[in-house]
């Protein structure tokens, strides 16, 4: 991955420090793939919409996309202060569940509109079969408040030691084609397309 790519990463010594330790643990246990990168714009608000198999999703993504990622995390993640300080240091946010987290929707409007690369998970949970679930609406609120182009974002394959995990980007969906009465049916039609590919 070219550093050049990397302009908008964070020049700390503890992002450098975690992203390096992330990275070094998922190429040393896993055979990763990436298709599609091309399809991430460098610059710009953005949001990758992916599917949600695990809490390593996030870290996943950010060690093959070539920018600082931010991405919401489910609040209980932020109460263990090792892994909170893990997950901050690598752009993550607390959402609380269950309610609507008006702090968290606006960070996350905030990261699009001032040209960050935003992670959201769409189904809301992980998926326990590795099928796609039912996307929940409001990405397409942040969407359309953020101005922000929507790249599918696929993870395929399952969390085992040494077994392979493929991250797929789609076509990116336009802020007004997206934020449309249809616009979760073609992600969702999008991100079961990079899926069933394998």
């Known amino acids: ?13 503890i992002y450098r420090l975690a992203h390096t330790v992330v990275s070094s643990y998922f190429r040393l246990f896993y055979r990763i793939r990436v298709e599609g990168l091309e399809n991430v714009p460098r610059r710009g608000g953005v949001i990758l919409a992916s599917n949600h198999l695990s809490n390593f999703d ?22 263990l202060r090792p892994i909170a300080k893990l997950f901050s240091s690598l752009g993550g946010f607390p959402i609380h569940r269950g309610k609507i987290d008006r702090q968290a929707i606006r960070t996350a409007i905030d990261i699009v509109q001032t040209g960050g690369c935003l992670v959201m998970f769409p189904e809301g949970h992980r998926s326990r079969t590795g099928e796609l679930g039912e996307l ?16 599918p974002t696929a993870i395929v394959g399952r969390y085992r030691m040494f077994g392979s995990l493929t991250v797929k980007f789609g076509s990116p969906i336009a802020p007004e084609e997206f934020s449309s009465e249809d ?3 073609r992600l969702a039609a999008s991100l079961r397309n990079l899926i069933a590919a394998g």
Do not use: Q
Request: proline share 9%; hydrophobic share 45%; glycine share 12%.
């Open 58 to 79: 996030p870290p996943l993504i950010g060690i093959v996309v070539p920018r600082y990622i931010r991405f919401m995390g489910k609040a209980e993640l932020f109460s």
């Open 1 to 13: 991955m070219s550093d050049n790519l990397s302009h908008d990463r964070p020049n700390t010594w």
């Open 183 to 185: 616009g979760l049916d």
């Open 136 to 151: 929940m609406p409001g990405i397409l609120s942040i969407a359309k408040k953020s101005g922000g182009l929507v790249v």
